[in-house]
């Protein structure tokens, strides 16, 4: 058998900043089909290949999804081929006239395996005056052995198609308009997010701004984390029934708010911060046979090792549990068979053992082989370190979000990964030693006093919400095309709070979250609610309405929940310890 090996080596604002100096001045655009044949940087091995000017509505479907447009635009296809294998297809959408541009570029990115033009986003944007930009990773749908058992085909997907298409793209807007783009922006989440945390790491001059939405940036421990949750919850494929039924993971997340909720001083059905949660699911034991209202003692054995998360069969050990489980009342929103939807176990046979018909039911065992997929896949995939001394240095700016909810990517990586980035900024070169010197609460006084993050980049931690969205707070702000906010503004929207922080200075210390009615836009507002730039977080002001965001303010968690625990430990140290990863860039053979 041939085991594949590698070495561990981004106008809704009102005129501001740079964009009101293009406000004064007048360009004519290029014809739109002239923009066939450009040169384009060689650096960028991309060729127009189409450019249409289109006159709305025009409806456009792919594998990522179905939009109308309803802005003339000049749509041009290209494809960008750096190696022997790549051939990645990408979409420009350039609004029309020079006066419906703000100036801005902003690149849209899909998750997980996803190949194909995000035109949802992108017909979201290019209405609000960005230049749009998308591409297919290199590959068509979802994971298939066509594309991920071809290593130049994998690296685009990993970590570079974005580079390529982002240099054409630019050199395409200049060639349009006459003038490159002011600012240039990328949004994803989950693997887009993922995406985000790399182009900032490895090519951290191409994006100004960067929005990271449940970032799977630690690749390898994000998906064995999942195909652990899913061999406990179903060990064999579906239809066979999962081994906790639906109804009782409703039981166990609704014993867990009961016990939780008014732990940060308010019953308001909804657990701001979980790990102020000690919730011990055994009270839920049968206390005879099953019965609807209680836990078998297998179903609570099952629980019990999901929470915990993936490990070796030894007893508990920093270097023997590998990555922590969903924190406790995020039940309801366990996939139960997410790692079989995603197909991670069929990727990570074809990618690291060179073998299709791999099976992580059968062929994964946790005491031996862990490491080892995280060595092959994390160089192709990965962004966990803490050094975006480059990124800020460019000016760049991030924001990222997460849900503490999330059953996917688990969120437990995020305040990790800031305690990292705090070290790092705090003792430099030394802080993967400091971490070992340090007591958890002298760490935890350093997350809290240790602003120095914050100059360029801002965590958002979301109460009760699930992956990328969805659960039952406050989740909309404008983090997807399914979650708008009811309110075109940086104190609502968080690509408005990005470009505002990017092109002003002024960094979101809040961001107002809203909960609509069975989380769709189109029904009424429920409730609104301040997210708090990390380590803050909301807290009631005592009187008020507590459906209304202007009833909180944003105010230092208890210091106790700032402590790491073993689990924490590990992940702050892989991710300091990562900066020692000499990962790939870009070559090309043109």
Known sequence: MNVRTRSPMVLRVACIAVACLFAHVAYAVAPCSSLVGITLPSSSSATVTAATSITPPITLTGPAGTATITVPFCRVQGVATPFSDSYI????????????????????????????????????????????????????????????????????????????????????????YGRPPHHSYFDGCSGGGRQGHVLADRFPDLFDGILAGAPSHFYPDAILQLMWQNK??????????????????????????????????????????????????????????????????????????????????????????????????????????????????????????????????TDLNFNTDYEYIKDVLTPLTSAPSPDLRAFKAHGGKMIQYDGWFDPVVTPEQAPDYYAALALFEKFGDDALDRVERESPAAIAELVATTHAPRDYFRLFMVPNMSHCGGGNGPNAFNESVSYPSPTPDAAHDAVLALIKWVEQGVPPDQIIATQYTNNNPKLAIVRQRPLCAYPDEARYNGTGDVNSASSFTCAAPDRKLLVPTAADLGIIRYSLWSRKLVLPTTQTEH
């Open 89 to 176: 297809e990408f979409e420009v959408w350039l609004p029309s006239t020079d006066a419906a541009w703000t100036g801005r570029l902003k690149a849209e990115a899909n998750g997980d395996y996803l190949g194909g033009i995000p035109y949802p986003r992108m017909a979201q944007e290019i209405a609000e005056g960005f230049v749009e930009v998308g591409d297919d990773l290199g590959h068509e749908g979802t994971q298939s052995p066509s594309w991920d058992t071809v290593p130049d085909k994998v690296d685009d997907w990993g970590y570079r198609a974005h580079y390529y298409v982002a240099t054409a793209a630019k050199a395409i807007v200049a060639a349009f």
């Open 232 to 361: 406990l919850l179903l060990p064999a494929p579906e239809p066979a029934p999962q081994t906790v039924p639906a109804a009782k993971l409703s039981l166990l997340s609704s014993a867990v708010n009961a016990e939780c909720d008014a732990k940060d001083g308010l019953a308001d059905g909804q657990i701001t911060d979980p790990r102020a949660c000690h919730f011990d699911p055994g009270v839920l034991l049968c206390p005879g046979g099953d019965e609807p209202t209680c836990l078998t003692a297998d179903e609570l054995s099952i629980v019990r090792e999901i929470y915990r998360g993936p490990h070796t069969s030894a007893g508990f050990h920093p270097a023997r549990d590998y990555w922590p489980g969903p924190y406790p009342g995020s039940e309801t929103d366990w996939i139960v068979n997410f790692a079989d939807s995603q197909h991670f176990g069929n990727f990570t046979g074809d990618v690291v053992y060179d073998n299709t018909t791999w099976n992580y039911r």
